[in-house]
Nanobody, 125 residues
Framework: QVQLVESGGGLVQAGCSLRLSCAAS????????MGWFRQAPGKEREFVTA????????YYPDSVKGRFTISRDNAKNTVYLQMNSLKPEDTAVYYC??????????????????WGQGTQVTVSS
């Protein structure tokens, strides 16, 4: 059973940066796509970004493209989310996710096999 633990959330002003980390235990992430989702109060959980198991491909919706960067360090069994130029609309609980199958893709909620507990990101204007 894999455990995903996020860290790095907090309260920042608009325009600032945060770096989230997701440390996995119980299973190597090396053959799994990894991703981040977020959920704001009263809204559905939405896809933020994903990185393929190989690390070659990354995916971003237009809302975060150019501002957020996902990366992975398989040796540390950790995934990162660098968030720059944060906006108040980025305020949400951010969840780390592992793909459901080895060597598979992760592009939306259906592709998620495991979730972290979430970390709060609050961006003030």
């Amino acid at each position: 059973q894999v455990q995903l633990v996020e860290s790095g959330g907090g309260l920042v002003q608009a325009g600032c940066s945060l770096r989230l980390s997701c440390a996995a235990s119980g299973r190597s992430i090396s053959q799994y796509a990894m991703g981040w989702f977020r959920q704001a109060p009263g809204k559905e959980r939405e896809f933020v970004t994903a990185i393929s198991w190989s690390g070659i491909s990354t995916y971003y919706p237009d809302s975060v493209k150019g501002r957020f960067t996902i990366s992975r360090d398989n040796a540390k069994n950790t995934v990162y989310l660098q968030m720059n130029s944060l906006k108040p609309e980025d305020t949400a609980v951010y969840y780390c996710a592992m793909g459901a199958s080895r060597l598979g893709a992760l592009r939306d909620l259906r592709g998620v096999g495991s979730w972290g507990q979430g970390t709060q990101v609050t961006v003030s204007s």
